[in-house]
């Protein structure tokens, strides 16, 4: 039973959570995308890739002002005390994140001015009719709390999203020319169908796409907590254009340094942009369009999952019907939010928060399930071979269903892997913890224990040894879902190092 091998050459892999926006503190249904990507660095990793992992927070908007100002303080100083509860959060969670940007940070403002400087130059050489910015008076309604244009005419609106009235937006803006893009991101959808999952998400967006674009504003006068706009500074750029630019600037682009600028050679575009449904359109059509104006390369895949629930109903700090994940990590532990939100979602579907079920699957699966066999496997190790897991000569008194479940948990793990199916790959692991518990329930080793007969403390070695052995495997294929309690058995184990 041997872990996946590495590639020889190593890979790049590099993956982004959606940057967060630091109006208020995160909730599950935040904590829920980045343990997702999480495990896929993690697995990735251990698969012999070298992962950039970034996430961040997005932090300007008319949003952001309007909390300052209620709260009495400056929009720097919100975002300041937000951004630092992300980041204690991913600690706490246990993210392995390598890289976090702000977008109030000078690097992400000089990628943003580049992003736009480079696709005006472009322009020049580009008929009137098919510039990809120009300027226009907008005129609709638009969500400040989702962040969302709800109409692009005056009537009265409400979001889609929170079900607020959206407010009656009247200015001269820069203009992104969305509507000329339509061809090429129906010929993007249909050349490399992998560039939006799951399948039903590609298939709404190419129908959205399909019905006609209309060209989108990218900046703002009425708003002045923004990046301002190169030599028109009484704009600042809209949140989407400035937010999604920042999974370039994340890895080093526009920076000064010659280092970051090999970082972003090295991997971009990225493989996986992993976001929520709601914000699919501004990833699959806007962003790709923003990028084919700037003649820059497209990432490979946009996957966009389903919303997590909280009794039936999105959860929502617009709303307030939130559950908030440090409460949980405190009284269970990291491990147990991380093994529920992926084991109980189907991942690409809308799921269910529950903190009953939450408990119920920790008590079932980790305290009683892994758990439970960890302790009694490694509590015989140590009472009948003094805490040394026994050798045996290759083949001798081995239980071959558990190395067959074995193989078969570490292929499945990979396919499921492959598509994203983390509660697949969780249920195949646990199928061999139930093979193995099953496996010592049969072979009773504490019968084998008291008998004197030479044959049957061989016998009793085997069966430990292959238990210990299906452990260590175990906590090898689980690490990427529960870091914390994988490294504890692989430590107990008597393993060296890092599990990964």
């Not at 991101?185 to 590609?202: A, G, S, T, V, W």
């Not at 990046?227 to 370039?248: K, R």
Request: proline letters at 6%.
């Amino acid at each position: 039973m041997s872990p996946p091998s590495a590639p020889k050459d190593k890979p790049k892999f590099y993956l982004t959570t959606p940057i967060y926006y630091a109006n208020s503190r995160p909730h599950v249904g935040s904590a829920y995308t980045t343990i997702v990507c999480d495990v896929i660095a993690r697995y990735k990793r251990m698969c012999g890739y070298d992962v950039a992992y970034l996430t961040g927070t997005d932090e300007h908007g008319v949003n952001i002002e309007r909390a300052a100002e209620a709260k009495g303080i400056t929009p720097q100083q919100l975002v300041d005390a937000n951004e630092a509860i992300f980041r204690d959060l991913w600690k706490l969670l246990g993210i392995t994140h390598t890289d976090f940007i702000r977008t109030t940070s000078a690097e992400h403002a000089r990628a943003v001015e580049k992003l736009v400087l480079r696709t005006l130059e472009l322009d020049r050489g580009r008929p009137d009719a098919e510039k990809a910015i120009y300027k226009a008076k907008y005129e609709g309604r638009y969500c400040i709390y989702d962040n969302l244009y709800v109409s692009d005419t005056p009537e009265p609106a409400n979001c889609p999203t929170c079900g607020r009235d959206a407010e009656l937006i009247s200015e001269e803006n820069y203009f992104f020319r969305l509507s000329a893009y339509q061809g090429k991101l129906l010929e993007l959808y249909k050349n490399h169908p992998e560039f939006i999952q799951p399948d039903f998400r590609r298939n709404e967006v190419r129908s959205f796409v399909e019905s006609g674009l209309k060209d989108v504003s990218i900046s703002r006068k009425t708003i002045k907590w923004g990046i301002p706009w190169p030599g028109d500074p009484e704009h600042v750029f809209y949140v989407w254009y400035d937010a999604l630019t920042s999974y370039m600037s994340g890895i080093g682009y526009a920076s000064e340094s010659k280092k970051d600028e090999e970082k972003f050679a090295k991997f971009w575009p990225a493989d996986l942009h992993m976001i929520g449904k709601e914000i699919i359109r501004f990833h699959a059509v806007y962003w790709p369009a923003f990028l084919m104006a700037a003649e820059l390369p497209l990432p490979k895949q946009i996957f966009a999952h389903g919303w997590l629930l909280f009794e039936q109903e999105k959860m929502s700090k617009s709303k307030g019907n939130v559950a908030y994940p440090e409460p949980i990590v405190k009284v269970l532990g990291n491990d147990a939010l991380r093994y529920y939100l992926l084991r109980e979602v189907v991942f690409g579907q809308d799921g269910n928060f529950s903190r009953e079920a939450l408990i119920t699957r920790y008590n079932a699966d980790l305290a009683n399930g892994l758990g439970n066999l960890a302790s009694r496997t490694l509590a015989m190790i140590e009472k009948y071979f003094a805490g040394d897991v026994p050798a045996i000569p290759e083949g001798s008194h081995q239980k071959v269903e558990v190395q067959q479940v074995a193989s078969a948990a570490l292929q499945a793990v990979g396919q499921h892997m492959a598509s994203y199916n983390f509660s697949g790959a969780v249920q195949a692991i646990w199928q061999l913890v139930g093979a193995v518990d099953q496996y010592i329930a049969e072979s009773k080793p504490w019968k084998l224990a008291e008998s004197s007969d030479p044959e049957d403390r061989k016998k009793l070695g085997a069966v430990l040894w292959t238990a210990g052995q299906a452990l260590r495997f175990v906590s090898i294929l689980a690490h990427p879902f529960i870091p914390e309690s994988t490294q504890q058995l692989w430590d107990r184990l008597g393993q060296s190092g890092r599990v990964a």
